[in-house]
């Protein structure tokens, strides 16, 4: 007894003491506080209720919303009930959940509320708090869902499972977010919550609907407590969201075309003793589950990562299916649409950005869908604007066709003709850059049949995998997935950049995004370079262009596409870029006289030029060459005025008689090396056309400058403005075009 006494005594004393005092400001847990303010009853019965009052009134480091009585009778009241306790013995989990989105883990005083920063921590830098200044602005919460089963696809057959629920986080939107993103706060924070009123102000911040009435951090014994106006209700996933709408019921039909069940991390499954699952959606973005990481220690991510959808109705889905798709295309319904079509659809209702995109970055074109294409929605005729605890939706009941499906490369989307050159367009990765509205662009539309009747044969193939775009080898007999260099091949050679329109009348040249390579359109008809070099074979008689016709947008095909237009050809197979045999090479072996260069490969030989199939004299490897060869008419009738030609005559079937001596070929040879403009010594970046850019004066191989230019539509080549030499317009002045160089014919020799 005592003993009992003497402590009793010496802990008054202590007490008494102010060196042993407690600090003024220490108030005691968040549940002292509270309790001591008084007002808060019904925030602290509903903690009791629900089992938090342990951490509350503990230890835990946590930080605390605490809305007051007030707040709490608006709530029920809204919500229908007439006491905390009926809300409870009504809806247990539901009222869990509210408290419990109340209570953040971890303690986060005013400056943290205002610009966390989970990398560099309390040590930051004013250099360092300036980068991404309030955008890791979501919290991690004690309110969660139960684990619940759930059937669907577990490594692709139909299972039920657990599915486990992390805990949900609640923004924070503080002045500095909206100051590093330039806009202005409290019209994009209304835009969101039109019930509430942005109270941040220049030092401040709101809490998801419920303004902060604090002006600095309330410490307690276990962290940090705010007190807000209003019961904050606990927001949801997107998926769950725009799930329980069923306005939105044919875009998450599509989207959980997708759906699959994935293991949770392992240390869950560890803490449960089971296995246990999270809904995923492959590759698309994963909005149905809480946490864009599962590992609670990857913070950087957890406080910031957030995903903006652009989703469609049913009624905008609807008005977008007819607007794009007509009946006589093969798609009918939502149902018939090829997965890939399906996937870029997704994807382009969601924005590029992982932070939160508000109305302002959209009406500034600041914001790109997660494709890269720009967002072009009307912000004021959103429908639907919900801020969720893993991101935001924009939900509409109308919508504009996004880029993919509006742009040049819409047929391919829209028209089931034309699914393989669709499926090149993705395996190519050229399809962003080709819907981009900051060019415009021509695109030729091969059709299934051009790409099944080509040679090689290519088809659309569809395994247990998917769909892909095969080739057929002739090496193992068999077909093979298409690479994407070939496919950028294939899509390239049916581009071109910069263009309005390909003309109906008259002749036009175009340069497609396969270098060097044209289409060439003449009187309404249309080819490329490689079968236009078809005529210089003599055995060639038929004609290498062929029609083509526009195709319009939209069901009623009427309508313009976004970024320039598409066009459908009738030649049998695929437009392909030149290959086989090189200009070089074919004027070095040109010994056949019904060639229109025959003369000038006679000239060339006799000069001691050609050396095995080639001119390494003149030529090499990774050069580039303009080369004007005089036509065997012109040859025949100029030859005694060509240098070092005295001695030989041409007789009229072109046959080349006589011999040359050695100074004689020296003068030859000579002379011939000005026919040829070098890449070596010359810029060049197109060949010499009508409209070409290919003009002015140039380095020749010999030791002359060739002049090009062009009059009325002709070509003309010299080494002087008075000697010019027209383009023989037999070819309407269109360039014989090869991977190693161009050729154009010339109705005389350069003097």
């Not at 509270?34 to 946590?62: C, W």
């Not at 005729?381 to 801020?387: G, I, K, Y």
């Not at 193939?461 to 193992?476: A, F």
């Not at 596409?561 to 090479?585: C, I, Q, R, V």
Request: aromatic content about 12%; glycine content about 8%; some cysteine.
């Amino acid at each position: 007894m005592m003993i009992a006494c003497m402590c009793v005594v010496s802990c008054r004393d202590i007490a008494d003491d102010d060196h042993y005092a407690p600090p003024s400001w220490l108030k005691g847990n968040a549940w002292q506080v509270l309790e001591s303010e008084g007002d808060y009853s019904m925030f602290l019965k509903a903690i009791e209720l629900t089992g938090y009052q342990p951490i509350v009134n503990g230890q835990s480091i946590l930080t605390v919303m605490a809305p007051n009585d007030g707040a709490w009778q608006s709530f029920l009241q809204q919500k229908g009930y007439t006491s905390v306790e009926d809300m409870f013995a009504k809806d247990p989990a539901q009222l869990k959940k509210t408290v419990g989105f109340h209570l953040m883990y971890y303690a986060y005083d005013w400056a943290k509320m205002l610009n966390f920063r989970p990398d560099e921590g309390d040590g930051a830098t004013e250099e360092q708090k300036q980068n991404g200044a309030g955008l890791y602005f979501k919290h991690r919460t004690r309110s969660a869902d139960d684990m619940e089963l759930m059937r669907g696809k577990l490594n692709g057959v139909d299972t039920t499972v657990t599915v486990y629920h992390y805990e949900r986080y609640l923004p924070v939107f503080s002045h500095q977010m909206f100051g590093t993103l330039g806009i202005d706060a409290k019209a994009n924070y209304e835009y969101f919550f039109p019930g509430s009123q942005w109270t941040g102000g220049s030092n401040g911040f709101n809490v998801a609907n419920a303004s902060v009435t604090d002006q600095a951090s309330v410490v307690t014994d276990n962290g940090y407590l705010y007190h807000v106006n209003q019961v904050i209700s606990p927001m949801e996933t997107i998926y769950k969201t725009l799930k329980a709408n069923a306005n939105y019921s044919d875009f998450i039909g599509l989207y959980d075309q997708y759906a699959e069940f994935t293991e949770a991390d392992q240390e869950t499954s560890n803490t449960l003793g089971k296995v246990v699952y999270t809904m995923t959606h492959g590759s698309l973005p994963n909005i149905a589950l809480e946490w864009p990481v599962t590992n609670y220690r990857m913070v950087n991510q957890l406080e910031r990562v957030g995903y903006t959808i652009f989703a469609p109705s049913n009624k905008a889905i609807d008005q977008f299916f007819k607007g794009v798709w007509k009946p006589e295309g093969g798609y009918h319904s939502l149902s018939d649409l090829d997965p890939l079509i399906l996937r870029y659809f997704i994807m382009q209702s969601f924005a590029e950005t992982t932070d939160p995109v508000f109305p302002e970055e959209i009406n500034q074109g600041r914001v790109q869908t997660s494709l890269g294409t720009p967002v072009l929605i009307n912000t004021d005729a959103v429908d639907d604007r919900l801020f969720c605890e893993n991101g935001i939706i924009y939900g509409m009941n109308n919508m504009d066709a996004p880029a993919i499906f509006s742009s040049v490369v819409g047929p391919a989307f829209c028209d089931t003709t034309y699914q393989c050159f669709m499926y090149a367009l993705d395996k190519s990765e050229l399809v962003l850059s080709l819907a981009s509205d900051k060019s415009q662009f021509v695109t030729l539309m091969p059709s299934n049949q051009q790409f099944n009747r080509n040679e090689p044969q290519m088809r659309l193939n569809t395994t247990t995998q998917g769909r892909n775009l095969e080739v057929y080898s002739d090496v193992d007999g068999n077909f093979a997935n298409m690479g994407s260099g070939q496919a950028r091949s294939i899509v390239n050679m049916h581009t071109a950049s910069n263009i309005g329109e390909l003309s109906t009348t008259g002749t036009q040249v175009v340069e497609t995004n396969t270098a060097f390579n044209y289409w060439f359109l003449h009187d309404g008809k249309i080819t490329t370079s490689a079968l236009f070099n078809q005529q210089l074979s003599p055995d060639y008689k038929e004609d290498p262009f062929v029609g083509f016709r526009e195709i319009k947008n939209g069901a009623a095909g009427t309508g313009q596409w976004s970024n320039g237009k598409s066009y459908a050809y009738d030649y049998p197979m695929l437009f392909a870029e030149a290959s086989g045999d090189g200009l070089t090479h074919r004027l070095a072996v040109g010994n056949d006289k019904n060639y229109e260069y025959y003369l000038f490969s006679q000239l060339l030989q006799k000069a001691g030029l050609v050396q095995n199939g080639g001119m390494p004299t003149i030529t090499s490897d990774d050069t580039r060459y303009i080369v004007f060869v005089p036509t065997n008419g012109a040859i025949k009738e100029h030859i005694a005025e060509i240098p070092g030609c005295s001695s030989l005559t041409v007789a009229d079937d072109y046959t080349l008689s006589g011999n040359v001596s050695a100074s004689n070929k020296t003068l030859l040879a000579n002379y011939l090396r000005n026919y040829f403009v070098s890449s070596l010594m010359n810029t060049i970046t197109s060949y010499p056309y009508p409209g070409s850019s290919c003009k002015g004066k140039f380095r020749t191989m010999g030791n002359e400058e060739m002049v090009i230019s062009e009059n009325g539509g002709r070509i003309y080549a010299g080494f002087a403005e008075d000697k010019m030499v027209g383009v023989s317009q037999k070819y309407y002045c269109l360039p014989f075009s090869f991977s190693d160089g161009g050729m154009q014919f010339i109705d005389g020799i350069l003097q």
